[in-house]
């Protein structure tokens, strides 16, 4: 029988080479099925993951209707099996609510893939969502790491290497992205580097990014990993 499996875990676990990995396996079977994304850090209408991989995906929109988009291909007499949804904490609950339907009705089966919270530890409403309704959620089980070598648990933002936790839920890129090229004042000079890191929950909650803990470092003449992190408040900024 058709399921609806959500494939959670943070930035860098693999979540997008796991959702290529099952596209092309399903494939090799002879199974039909589309590919989903949003916001992707290649662009519109791709998924692409760290190590390089990429391919050409439907880019999911805010009025995106994942049940009018199977029955309009099944008319078409297309095969349709299954549906790979990469970054599906961007999906919307009526959207994880239209792909349920589709393995309940219509027997496809769905494979989600997206991180749960964002920067500031809130989950995002698709996640949410999927977690709600989901047959199954497996947590990869790839760990990113943390600059301390702990295993990472928290998705961090940072703006010229600090890290932040208020401003809007979503904002597309990757690490090194310029909000502003032109700058806030209009100068021509570049705007703050926008980035994202995983921390483990220690230096989450300290807010103590790889930046901000070279800077430390530096300042007390030890390597980052030496830092000990019941100190961290009492260092010097």
């Known amino acids: 029988m058709a399921e609806l499996v959500f494939f959670a875990g943070t930035m860098d ?6 959702a290529l990995q099952m596209d092309y396996n ?3 079977r002879g199974r039909g099925g589309i ?11 791709m998924i692409s993951s760290r190590l390089g991989l990429k391919t050409e995906a439907h880019e999911v929109l805010p009025d995106t209707d994942f049940w009018d988009e199977v029955v309009r291909r099944r008319t ?3 095969r349709l099996d299954y549906l790979i949804c990469d970054e599906a904490q961007f999906y919307s609950g009526a959207q994880i609510e239209q792909l349920a339907r589709l393995v309940d009705e219509m ?3 769905v494979f989600a893939f997206g991180i749960t919270a964002d920067f500031r530890t809130r989950l995002f409403p698709g996640s949410q969502r999927l977690i709600e309704l989901a047959d199954k959620v497996q947590v990869l089980q790839v760990e990113a790491l943390c600059w301390c070598g702990r295993r990472a648990t928290h998705n961090a933002r940072t703006v010229d ?6 401003g809007a839920q979503v904002v597309p890129g990757d690490v090194d992205m310029g909000l502003d090229e032109e700058g806030a004042d209009g100068s021509g000079t570049l705007g703050p580097v926008v980035g994202y890191e995983t921390l483990c929950r220690r230096h989450f909650m300290r807010r103590v990014t790889a930046h901000s803990a070279s800077l430390m470092a530096a300042q007390e003449q030890v390597l980052p990993f030496e830092l000990d992190a019941c100190s961290v408040p009492g260092h010097r900024h």
């Not at 290497?161 to 208020?166: A, D, Q, R, T």
Request: charged share 35%; proline share 0%.
């Open 13 to 18: 676990c693999g979540k997008s080479t796991l």
């Open 26 to 28: 399903h494939r090799a």
């Open 35 to 45: 590919r989903f994304s949003s916001n992707d850090r290649a662009g519109d209408s």
């Open 76 to 78: 078409r007499g297309e």
């Open 107 to 109: 027997d496809v089966d």
């Open 161 to 166: 290497g600090v890290m932040v936790i208020e």
